[in-house]
């Protein structure tokens, strides 16, 4: 069992800044592939970013592109999501997850998942 423990989150302006740890002390975390989703209230969990086991080939929702970035420090067992201009439509509980295969926007890919951060953008 691969388990998972996000941090950052809070409560920040319109325009403001965050930054969303995920850390794991699995030894192979860097054989997954990385994802973070988002759930706000009454909502399903949405995909918002995913990245590669070797740190290329980033993935994004159009929703956060060019504002969000997601990375991850192998040694560290780490992955981060650097979230930038955000907007009130971005509250929500971030979870991350880890999948060992299959598509990276689906849900049911993922095997693993933290239990979530919440995140608050005020206008």
């Known amino acids: 069992q691969v388990q998972l423990v996000e941090s950052g989150g809070g409560l920040v302006q319109a325009g403001g800044s965050l930054r969303l740890s995920c850390a794991t002390s699995e030894r192979t975390f860097s054989t997954y592939v990385m994802g973070w989703f988002h759930q706000a209230p009454g909502k399903e969990r949405e995909f918002v970013a995913a990245?590669?086991?070797?740190?290329?080939?980033?993935y994004y929702a159009d929703s956060v592109k060019g504002r969000f970035t997601i990375s991850r420090d192998n040694a560290k067992n780490t992955v981060y999501l650097q979230m930038k201009s955000l907007k009130p439509e971005d509250t929500a509980v971030y979870f991350c997850?880890?999948?060992?295969?299959?598509?990276?926007?689906?849900?049911?890919?993922?095997?693993?998942w933290g239990q979530g951060t919440q995140v608050t953008v005020s206008s």
């Open positions: 997850a880890a999948a060992r295969s299959g598509s990276v926007y689906y849900i049911g890919s993922y095997d693993f």
């Open positions: 990245i590669h086991w070797s740190g290329d080939w980033p």
